[in-house]
């Protein structure tokens, strides 16, 4: 089945370390996202890659990091910079183009205590 | 800027009522995009429907019916006969063109459908 997995479900951490969370797709998308959402909010964009060896920022990538060295996989840290990391962090991706929805992974629960 | 508004944070209604979910959208864009998700307990999104800002026709698909107004930048979302494995947050979403093809998300409206 084609699809995007990200794992694990559940993740804790301890304050101060970095954390790699992980995302995989087989859609054969070349673009590819990390969200961040929080309790009664929306989702807010931490990066996006639109092509392997690339990707740029989104509007809350303080204290994290990611890299693109496989089409298929997208991972994304948790660094300790990162002031409140507990959340719920989904990966999404797509087909190039303005008029293509995104799909979604399971999403990934961090929590730093 | 663009904006989503969903100004209703939660909605509870008994099955079989109908429902309607608002959203509102900012944008300066005359070639914009907008989206519904569904985000069930498990928390995985499930695309619903999207729309270009050319076409205004509504949309029926089963229980679920869309309305576009430009005039009023509304897009809401109606579900009739509401079941209860409707219960989840939905989510209304702005797709920015030419900013890396990512979305300007809505906070969510939790649906909460009773038996």
């Known amino acids: 089945d084609g699809g995007i997995t990200q794992s694990p479900k559940y993740l804790f951490r301890k304050e101060g370390q970095n954390v790699t969370l992980s995302c995989e797709q087989n859609?054969?998308?070349?673009?590819m996202y990390w969200y961040r959402q929080d309790p009664g909010q929306g989702l807010r964009l931490i990066y996006y890659?639109?092509?392997?060896?690339?990707?740029q920022k989104g509007d809350i990538a303080e204290g994290y990091s990611v890299s693109r060295e496989k089409k298929e996989s997208f991972p994304l840290t948790v660094t300790s910079a990162q002031k409140n990391p507990t959340a719920f962090y989904l990966c999404?991706?797509?087909?190039?183009?303005?008029?293509?929805?995104?799909?979604f992974g399971p999403g990934t629960r961090l929590t730093v205590l | 800027a663009q904006k989503v508004t969903q100004a209703q944070t939660e909605i509870s209604v008994v099955e079989k009522e109908d429902v309607t979910l608002d959203c509102v959208y900012e944008?300066?864009?005359?070639?914009?995009?907008l989206f519904w998700y569904k985000q069930p307990p498990s928390g995985e999104l499930v695309f619903l429907i999207r729309?270009?800002?050319?076409?205004?026709q509504n949309e029926i698909s089963g229980r679920y019916s869309w309305n576009f107004q430009k005039s009023t930048s509304s897009f809401n979302f109606t579900i009739t006969a509401s079941q209860v494995v409707d219960s989840a947050v939905y989510f209304c979403?702005?797709?920015?063109?030419?900013?890396?093809?990512?979305?300007?998300f809505g906070p969510g409206t939790r649906l909460s459908v009773l038996p």
């Open positions: 999404a991706s797509s087909v190039s183009g303005d008029y293509n929805e995104q799909f």
């Open positions: 859609l054969n998308h070349d673009a």
């Open positions: 890659s639109q092509i392997v060896n690339d990707f």
């Open positions: 944008t300066r864009d005359t070639t914009y995009y």
């Open positions: 729309r270009n800002s050319f076409d205004e």
């Open positions: 979403a702005l797709r920015r063109p030419n900013y890396g093809q990512n979305f300007v």
